[in-house]
């Protein structure tokens, strides 16, 4: 595909996407609405990890300590600056600073990959049972009381950035979380574009071979990990902003396996998988939900089976597979510069010689 036209479908598939996010308000049911405004914070969180695994190859089984801390530090500051643009910005950093510590000391460490894991999910158990143990008077920041398991309700949502008192509505919620959801999607996809992108999936295929390239593979791989974990503290802060409310049940376990899930059924490798896997996973679990007939673990395990066996790619890879075999790409034409003969030419020519 030329890169004239390559470029031009992803400019009208931005310009779709902002579109629908424009539109949606005013096309479907404020609970739809709602329910959109959920899924879209979740694919944020999808999008953190599927970076770091798929193009970083760093699995991490504790995404959700750095959403937890994103989701609680928004919710702190929010009640005691009762403003939530700096409170933002602490969902944010907040979870970098503590990636960063904790990733300095695992690729700096030479942690291998199945320790990793082992370091991130423990450190999500031990978030987990801190702030559940938490329920105390005592157990403040400020004004903000944590509430141990009750967790913090009453957090207050997002505002006009520097106005408290103009609180945003639902559709400016999702607006806002719509727009932050493609804004980390355009920003990832321009980054793996860019040679620190090349960067770090080199260090992802060959660590020896990007060394020997000049490249540091421990500060690649801890700068990615840094970015994960900003991208999963907004997604905690919009979570927060969604349901004005946040507990301990944000550091779970199951959620950290659900974002596998998201990924492994949209893609792992893309960007547009995971939130594609996210919005259905999501949208199945709420239905299962509202029906109250199976149990949600339970489809969800078989749905990673069904996956794993029969589409390990995911959905968005095999579907651009059969895309790309269903329409060919077209063959180059050869170019005959003056008196120039092709070779089939000159050999036919050389063979009625003879």
């Known amino acids: 595909m030329p890169i004239r036209f390559r470029l031009a479908a992803q400019a ?15 096309t479907i049911e404020l609970f739809a609405m709602m329910q959109l405004t959920l899924f879209a914070a979740m694919a944020v969180l999808a999008l953190s990890l599927a970076f770091i695994w798929g193009f970083g190859g760093i699995l991490s089984f504790g995404q959700t300590a750095f959403f937890g801390l994103g989701g609680y530090a928004y919710a702190i500051a929010a009640v ?16 970098s600073v503590f990636a960063a510590i904790l990733g300095y000391f695992i690729f700096f460490g030479r942690i291998s990959d199945v320790y990793l894991g082992v370091i991130t999910l423990t ?53 806002v979380t719509g727009g932050a959801l493609l804004a980390v999607f355009l920003l990832l996809r ?122 390990p790619k995911g959905l968005v890879p095999t579907a651009r597979d059969l895309l790309m075999r269903l329409v060919p790409a077209p063959k180059p034409k050869a170019r005959l510069a003056e008196g120039h003969v092709p070779p089939s030419a000159a050999a036919s020519h050389m063979a009625g010689a003879e």
């Open 12 to 26: 009208v598939a931005v310009a779709l996407a902002i579109v629908a996010i424009a539109l949606i308000p005013s």
């Open 80 to 95: 005691n600056f009762q403003d939530s643009t700096p409170s933002i910005l602490l969902a944010i950093i907040v979870p």
């Open 123 to 175: 450190v999500t158990l031990i978030l987990f049972n801190c702030v559940n143990s938490t329920s105390g008077d005592e157990y403040r920041i400020g004004k903000a009381l944590l509430g141990g398991f009750n967790g913090m309700p009453g957090v207050p949502t997002f505002n006009v950035p520097f106005y408290p008192d103009q609180v945003l509505t639902p559709e400016q919620s999702w607006w």
């Open 190 to 311: 321009l980054l793996l574009s860019l040679p620190a992108g090349r960067i770090i999936v080199a260090v992802r295929e060959n660590e020896v071979r990007a060394s020997l390239l000049g490249y540091d593979p421990r500060k690649v791989k801890l700068l990615t990990f840094i970015l994960s974990g900003a991208i999963a503290g907004l997604a905690g802060a919009l979570y927060v902003n969604w349901g004005a409310f946040v507990g301990p049940t944000i550091f779970s376990l199951s959620l950290s396996a659900e974002i596998i899930i998201w990924i492994t059924v949209g893609g792992l490798g893309t960007l547009l998988g995971p939130i594609v896997g996210c919005v259905l996973i999501e949208y199945i679990v709420a239905y299962i939900g509202s029906q109250q007939a199976l149990n949600s673990n339970l489809v969800l395990g078989a749905v990673l089976v069904v996956f794993v066996l029969l589409l």
